[in-house]
């Protein structure tokens, strides 16, 4: 199931659209705090606490945010708790929504202290700490005045730190502190999650992150469609559109426990090996003989009927060795020990038939790998590709190349291939993600899948797709390969590019959250993640209708 994650500058066309048809805004600020209090009582629950006995400091800032704190306010008043509202907003500016909200707190007789009183707020001695000081809308560098309030906040001891869409000082655009940001135990997010948060390392500040809708018309949405989506795997939330749901972004006990889920009843499949997909992994050199046998290993358990391996003698002698489910193909009439272009014509006949071709584990980066890529790409008909690893390396030494690639091709770069690609550093890629994989999607007009911990897939002309996962045990040698032929099995079976990547990344991730019980500190190689596909097919699911676009 994909919901949207929409960027900060999105949302705020969201809003701008539900106040144009006719939504107040303040009535849009009472849905996110009644939202927001829905939320605060269940993170309360969980910690064994009773609300109506709690002191609850509320740091509001001036904009919008601030006004949802003060909805609060008033909500936990009625509630029996004791709040106090410490703001940047003066007690006298009344202007707007969020000062509507901040006089009829005050008219109830919300308690209320300028954000100059810290010390004031510190003998208060809060049990929980409501931060709604920035909004999604804050970027660049905390003033000295916000950064203060936010260490202030840190150095609270409060049971409970309660973030209000976003932890005041994190980029939701990124998810990166600037510098710091305020480390909150939960955070509850409106209407949809913003992509900062559902990046991996912002989650040491986000702590459990709720998505809460607020009755934002969905025809606004339609009409201002996002830049980002992710898929969330039965169990994360109701079929209802109009219910919460919770980001995971690793192995959480909630997320074991929809690990354990049995499988679904077996639904009807194809009869024939031949109908279930044909695949032709080709790679490995004399120092990589085991890639390509491990794409070849996980597209078999990822379903594929047919599976043929091509690539020098030492690659197919480990094939025949350690999998007789799968066929070897040799691309010449006396066994090679390495790659030329030479090669590039066989093993286009070699693909004929075939629904994909994984093309580059292991490959090597000599000067007969490079131009066996140059002279493979250049022939016409071959079958969808997905392109890994070393074939990258190539298409980086010669960028004229990405021009021939199609919208039904994949390639996979981990960051240190697509600074390659792009001709920056790793650190470069990794310090904005996003803005990497939007430099690779100009390239060529394929799906890029950008490896690495928060996953990110773009799609040519459709919403990027984030995988919010940080799953230890994917991180072993052979991984990527894995998930090279988990995407091509599922190209093989007819599934266009953007969907193969898609399913090829959760299947991918849920396969190695599995292995969580058996190999709690990692030990596990990439056989072990491709083993474990079978057992999570019945997560990953299939889009229902209203998510396929065009090119799903």
Known sequence: MFVP????EEMARWDAGAIASGLAEETLMENAARAAMDALRRAVRERGLRLASCRVLLVAGKGNNGGDAFCMARHLLDAGAHPLILSTRCADDRHGAAGHWLDVALRLGVPFLPAEAWDKALSFAPDILVDALLGTGFRGELREKEKALVENMNALSARLVFAVDVPSGLDARTGLPCPDAVR????????????GLLMPWAAKFTGDVEVLPIGMPRAVEETNPPSFRTWLVPGQRDEDRGSPYRVEHGISPRMKSILETPALPMEEGPAHKGDAGRVLIAGGCSSYTGAPCLAAWAALRTGAGLVTVAGPEGVLDVARHTMPAVITRALADTPFQSWSAEHASPLAEAAEGCGALVFGPGL?????????????????????????????FALAKKPELLSLLRPCDVLTPHPGEAACLLGISVREVQENRFSALEKLARLAPAVWVLKGEGTLIAVPGEPAVISPWNVPQLAVAGSGDTLAGIIGALAARGRKAALAATLGVWLHALSGMLLCREFPLRGNDPRDLADALPRVAHLAGEPRKEDICTLF
Do not use: C, W, Y
């Open 5 to 8: 994650v929409p960027t900060p």
């Open 364 to 392: 090597g980066r000599s000067e007969g790998a490079s131009s066996l890529v140059e002279r493979l790409l250049n022939i016409p008909g071959l079958p969808p590709m997905v392109i890994d690893a070393d074939a990258l």
């Open 184 to 195: 909150a135990h939960v955070t509850a997010t409106f209407q949809a999650a913003k992509p």
